[in-house]
Every structure is written in structure tokens, then in C-alpha cells.
């Protein structure tokens, strides 16, 4: 039985869509604008001389590249209207295969978000994606030299904001569920025990929902906040929430009084939690709601 051309091309995408997803996620920190990215992308492969193409995984992650540094550019201009704290949309990655094939903690996306879209690019192409700068310069037409300069400055950047620490599974879950039900429950005493002094809350709302505008820092003010929001909700545990991974770190999934789905991701550096990111606009956690009703 013959296949259609059409057919082959698409099975070709789809054989690439995993690694093409993986680029345009961390380009945009956006599931839902990654996905957009790759039906236009699939679109224009569909009219692409695909007999000429030698190498169609290259092809399409070049096709992705450029449709992302566009998608880019009206995305800065959102960024610098963006109601509080800005953080990337959560990527549930408990299950191997949705894991990626590389890191997409929160802490990189942010520090993806600080570059310049072709220092990103360039990056996320020759660091993560093992592209060579003859391959990243094809991608963004520019020179190799070009391109060789924007990895290297993309890779200072990120270096320092990267996590260094891993913690064991059973105690970064243990620790997770552990704040969260003292967060929610006013449990001081425990939180004083689990929170690092010089720990950060970011809470984004994205000015649709309650959210804290700008970052909290230090135990005392975190403290502060919780002890006033279970105080507020009192002092119960959500109906329903688990433990998830998001972003390679351990988090809750929640659904909250007001009826929307929360996600609470933790950085968990020698036995204590060093950075809360709190993801409340519901047009970013909203595709988590099926994972939240599995339990329960």
C-alpha cells in the first residue's frame, strides 16, 4: 500500500513535533503559544517543497525559530503591559514522556526571558539543542561569528540563574506537601522550619486574579502573607489538590475556594525552600485542570 506525499510529511512532523515543541516552548514559556507556533509551522511544511528538503528535522526547527522570534516581538510588547510579576506557563513534566529532553525549570525560562529573542534563540539552538553555529547562523541568518557572540553572552546570563542543587525525590515531595499545608493551614512553627531565610515569593495573576504585584523576599515577609491568606480563607486545605512536578520542580496543583486551578512551584536548596512561584491566571494554568481532577 502507497503512501500520499502528503502523508509522509506528515508523518515526518510528527516524528519531529516532540523536539519542535521542546524549542518553542522555551522560546515563548507559553504551552498554548508553542502549540500555535507548531500548526502554523505544520501549515507551511504541508506547502514546502519537501523533496528538496535533506534535512527536515533542521528544516523545522528552523521554520519554528523564526516563527517564534516573531511571535516574540509582539510578546515583549505584552511583557511591558503585564499586570505584576510575570512567569512562564507551567509545563507538567511527571510523566517521561512529556518530560522534554532538557531542563525547562522555571529559573531558565526566566532567565531565557532576561535575553535579547536572538540571544535566546542562538542558546536554546547550540546549548540545548546541540545545533553547531554554522546551523544556529542558518537558522537566524546570521553570520557564524554572529552567532557564536550571542551564545556566549546568552550562556553568562544563564549560568547564573540556574538552580546547582538536586534534591532526593522523597524529600522534595515530602517538603512541598509540607509547605503547602502550613501555608494554607497558618501553620507558622512549620514554616519557619521549611522556609530559607533569604527565600522569594513571585505570584502571577496576570491582573485577572488576587496576586501579589511584585516579589516578596526574605522568611519574615513570606510568612507574613501566608499567615494573612489562610487567616482570610480559614485556614482550610483546598477541596482538591496534589502533588505534581511542573518545570522539573516539585509542586501542588490546587483548586481553589474561587473555583480556579492554582500551581505552586518550589525551589528546594539544602533542606529548605529558597524560591515560591505561584501561578494563579487562569489562562496559564487552565490545560491543568484535567491533571488536577485524576485525584481525588
Not at 536554546?124 to 551564545?151: I, K, T, Y
Not at 531565610?197 to 502573607?225: C, F, H, W
Not at 477541596?239 to 518545570?247: C, D, G
Not at 516539585?250 to 539544602?270: D, F, K, M, W
Amino acid at each position: 500500500m502507497s503512501h500520499k506525499p502528503q502523508d509522509m510529511g506528515a508523518d515526518v512532523f510528527l516524528t519531529a513535533r516532540p523536539r519542535l515543541f521542546a524549542v518553542a516552548y522555551r522560546m515563548l514559556g507559553s504551552v498554548a503559544d508553542a502549540e500555535d507556533v507548531l500548526q502554523e509551522a505544520f501549515l507551511r511544511w504541508q506547502s514546502a517543497p519537501q523533496d528538496e528538503v535533506r534535512d527536515a528535522t533542521g528544516y523545522l526547527v528552523r521554520v519554528v525559530t523564526r516563527l517564534c522570534l516573531d511571535q516574540l516581538k509582539s510578546a515583549r510588547v505584552k511583557r511591558e503591559t503585564y499586570t505584576g510579576a510575570w512567569l512562564p506557563e507551567p509545563l507538567l513534566t511527571e510523566d517521561p514522556t512529556e518530560r522534554l529532553d532538557h531542563d525547562v525549570s522555571v529559573a531558565l525560562l526566566l532567565a531565557l526571558e532576561r535575553l535579547t529573542p536572538l540571544e535566546r534563540a542562538a542558546f536554546l539552538l547550540h546549548d540545548v539543542f546541540g545545533n553547531s553555529h554554522d546551523e544556529v547562523a542558518e537558522a537566524l541568518d546570521r553570520s557564524p561569528a554572529a552567532c557564536r557572540q550571542l551564545v556566549s553572552r546568552a550562556r553568562r546570563h544563564v549560568q547564573a540563574e540556574r538552580p546547582r542543587t538536586s534534591v532526593p525525590p522523597e524529600e522534595r515531595r515530602a517538603l512541598t506537601e509540607a509547605f503547602f499545608r502550613a501555608s494554607k493551614t497558618g501553620d507558622m512553627a512549620a514554616l519557619t522550619q521549611l522556609l530559607a531565610q533569604d527565600v522569594e515569593l513571585v505570584s502571577d495573576g496576570g491582573g485577572k486574579v488576587l496576586a501579589t504585584l511584585n516579589p516578596i523576599y526574605g522568611r519574615a515577609k513570606v510568612m507574613r502573607l501566608a499567615e494573612g491568606l489562610a487567616r482570610k480563607s480559614g485556614a482550610h486545605l483546598p477541596p482538591r489538590w496534589r502533588f505534581a512536578m511542573l518545570n522539573g520542580l516539585p509542586a501542588i496543583l490546587s483548586l481553589e475556594p474561587e473555583g480556579l486551578v492554582q500551581a505552586t512551584a518550589l525551589e528546594i536548596r539544602e533542606g529548605r525552600i529558597t524560591k515560591v512561584y505561584v501561578i494563579r491566571n487562569p489562562e496559564k494554568t487552565r490545560h491543568l485542570a484535567a491533571a488536577l481532577q485524576l485525584q481525588g
